[in-house]
């Protein structure tokens, strides 16, 4: 396995660690809604190309809540691998979990978690550490640190051990990586509709406005205009 080898539905893994509200709470790295639909767009992708994926939470009855629903909603079969410790590697079920994948070719295992400072950094600095045919890749716009220094130096921090910084939408198109791969085009253009923004709003425009393809939704009849009549004339 090669960090030049790019990603693919083949020899990747996904883990989300500790994607729970009071954890969400103490991010202020970035917008907490764009957060959550990064997670959730980042977990759709992963459906959409068949990517095993490792749901982690942190003392969730205590202290940090149950997962987002929005999340657990893409994984219903899903287990959920609860810890102690803050740094996932220091629980079996997560290893065993890991190592399993990994064990199918999938070593390339890209993260998204709370906090990146805490959670990410020490996972991912211990897995490659007692693994290192792993490739960790963090995925920057789907994890969230206490303050915007806070994720960037941890960030820093990674990158410097060998973690490759990525975004959510760079994976699903990585995972994609060819129109011509009809199979998967339709669900990933729907995905960036529903969570790639601007993007999406293109993809709209592209299809009803150039191609002359039906608007996703039925609405009432488009009226007017109708311009006012000014002091009764």
Not at 64 to 71: A, C, Q, R, V, Y
Request: a negative charge; glycine letters at 6%; one cysteine or more.
């Amino acid at each position: 396995m090669s960090k030049l080898e790019v990603l693919t539905p083949k020899n990747s893994q996904l883990i989300f660690i500790d994607q729970q509200p009071q954890m969400a709470f103490g991010v202020q790295s970035m917008d907490r809604q764009v957060l959550k639909n990064n997670v959730v767009g980042l977990a759709k992708a992963a459906k959409i190309f068949n990517i095993p994926t490792t749901i982690t939470t942190v003392e969730t009855l205590s202290f940090s809540g149950h997962t987002f629903p929005e999340l657990l909603a893409v994984y219903p079969e899903n287990d959920i691998l609860e810890r102690s410790s803050m740094n996932s590697w220091d629980d079996q079920n997560v290893r065993d979990a890991l190592d399993g994948h990994a064990a199918q070719g999938r070593k390339k295992i890209v993260v998204s978690g709370l906090w990146t400072e805490v959670c990410n950094t020490t996972f991912a600095l211990s897995a490659m550490n007692d693994r290192s045919d792993f490739e960790i890749y963090m995925v920057a716009d789907a994890s969230g640190g206490t303050t915007a220094d806070a994720h960037k130096y941890a960030m820093d921090r990674m990158v410097q051990a060998g973690v490759i910084p990525v975004t959510w939408q760079q994976v699903l198109l990585e995972w994609q990586r060819d129109w011509a791969h009809r199979e998967t085009y339709d669900a990933v253009t729907s995905l960036a509709k529903e969570h790639s923004g601007a993007y999406g709003m293109g993809i709209d425009y592209a299809y009803t406005m150039v191609h002359d393809a039906a608007e996703r939704v039925t609405h009432g009849k488009r009226i007017g205009p109708n311009p006012a009549q000014i002091n009764g004339k």
